[in-house]
């Protein structure tokens, strides 16, 4: 729930699931309609959908427990390095840290080292021993996490209370480096176009074939060429953000009642379904023809 998801917004969805699903066998029986409702509001539904199959993998494949190694967690949908190191610190206690920008911030300042002259897994498997010296590696991790997200932060870092500042060369350095500047994402600009007939329906289509949105009923979208759109009447302009993608959307429309293969008529005011947030802006912005 976390990936690319602020905790105060995950905060209550995981205290539902939690309450729901007491066990991973609860879980595992869960429908998937049911488990992308539960989930609704909190996007990337990829991830929902994995969990979901890692239940039952557990449980039909690992005798309902994680698996112990690296190779294989990283079987299970949607687990890759980041995932599979914190899991085996967090559920095994293991002695592997996960990387993520934070610590990557932690170490490249107690170095006064620009990050990508770093190795970070070698240099963690280089100090294993002191790194892990208490045996409470799965706290070590969350706590290095924090850490950087509250202490060592990438503006304005605590040091004057830093406990760390007598061994860190960022603090102590009249040269300091500076940690990697986020990438400035410009917006994009899109082109939406909707089917739309007097029952105050949307054609809807799970194809397309923008990249980020693979998951998505939407209807036709596609990255603006800059050329006059005809054919087609002009209904707004807005701004969204999907998978930290800035998006500039130009929406048009055009009633029609016959719509192309593959798609399907979807009522704007559709409680049924499990509708993407962004799609629902599009519902939004088109109900203001009605
Ligand atoms: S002294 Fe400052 S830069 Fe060094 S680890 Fe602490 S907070 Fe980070």
Known sequence: MLQQTQVKTVIPYFKKFTKEFKTLKSLSKCSEKRILKMWEGLGYYRRARNLLMTSKLLI??????????????????GVGDYTANALLAF??????????GNVKRVFSRLFNKNENKINFYQLIEKNKKKLFNTNRNSDFVEALMEFGALVCKPKEPKCDFCNLNSICKYFKSTNKIESQKQ????????DIFCYVNKKKQIA?????????????????IKESNKKKVT???????????ISNKKLNINLYYKFSNKIPEKFKWFSIDNKKEIIPSFTKKIFNQVSLLF
């Open 204 to 220: 809807l289509t799970k194809k397309n074939d923008v990249g980020f949105l693979s998951e998505f009923i939407l209807p036709e």
């Open 60 to 77: 039909k494949n690992y005798n309902s427990k994680l698996p112990k190694t690296q190779h294989e967690i990283k079987k299970l949908p």
């Open 183 to 190: 990438k400035v994402t410009k917006n994009k600009n899109y």
């Open 231 to 241: 054919n087609w009447k002009f209904l707004t302009n807005y701004k969204n953000t």
């Open 91 to 100: 559920v095994y206690n293991y002695p592997t840290i996960a990387i993520d």
